[in-house]
């Protein structure tokens, strides 16, 4: 399988607790979008890298939330002292440069208890 | 206001059905607008992109109209494989890959 993959799927956790979430991108990508979707909602933009470089961070990435992308390939998502606001899946996406179309990987569902 | 908006729906439509969604975006600044389909506890998937002038891709057409920050879809000869949600989706930039603002997304189920 060749498209966005993350990992894990689920993700269920206490209140409080720190949680990271993985994502690796189409390999040949160097584009790569982090977003969270509620039920009921569409997704929403938190932050992207080109590269190894934080392009773009949205309100929405509060002080706990920090991601990564360290050597340019894959993605990591940290969420520190978890709330139940927190509980929505998290999307990863990627594109090249030049493309029109963002590819979106199965996303994690999280459940923050 | 919300950046992007669509009526939630759902809209529950025969087989064979024509079927019309709209949606209104706030920032007349958004240069770019396309529409993903989303189906249930799935990835929202690129289905097509809107330009001015109108595009058809099969029984899918989307047009745009800049002047009145509006954005719509038609889906002609429905099928059941049509059933999902579909998002409106703007950017400010000149393609897709940048930051996508989404809309809440529209929920149509086609009924055999």
């Known amino acids: 399988d060749t498209g966005v993959s993350q990992d894990p799927r689920h993700k269920i956790t206490k209140r409080g607790q720190n949680v990271t979430f993985r994502c690796d991108p189409i390999s040949e990508h160097n584009r790569l979008y982090w977003y969270r979707q509620t039920l009921g909602q569409g997704p929403e933009f938190l932050t992207y890298?080109?590269?190894?470089?934080?392009?773009?961070k949205s309100r929405l990435l509060s002080d706990r939330f920090s991601a990564e992308r360290p050597k340019g390939s894959f993605s990591t998502l940290e969420i520190q002292r978890t709330e139940q606001g927190d509980s929505a899946m998290y999307l990863c996406?990627?594109?090249?440069?030049?493309?029109?179309?963002?590819?979106f990987g199965p996303g994690t569902r999280l459940l923050v208890l | 206001r919300k950046e992007v908006e669509q009526d939630p729906g759902p809209f529950n439509v025969p087989e064979g059905a024509t079927v019309a969604f709209n949606c209104t975006y706030s920032n007349s600044a958004s240069q770019s607008f396309f529409w993903y389909r989303q189906d249930c506890r799935k990835e929202p998937k690129l289905l097509m992109s809107v330009y001015s002038s109108g595009n058809e891709d099969g029984r899918f057409t989307a047009q745009l109209n800049r002047a009145s920050q509006y954005i719509s879809l038609l889906i002609r000869d429905s099928k059941l494989s049509d059933s999902a949600t579909y998002l409106c989706v703007v950017s400010l930039f000149n393609f897709g890959n940048e930051k996508l603002t989404f809309g809440t997304g529209t929920r149509l189920t086609i009924i055999p």
């Open positions: 890298f080109q590269n190894e470089a934080q392009l773009e």
């Open positions: 996406a990627s594109s090249s440069a030049d493309q029109e179309t963002q590819y």
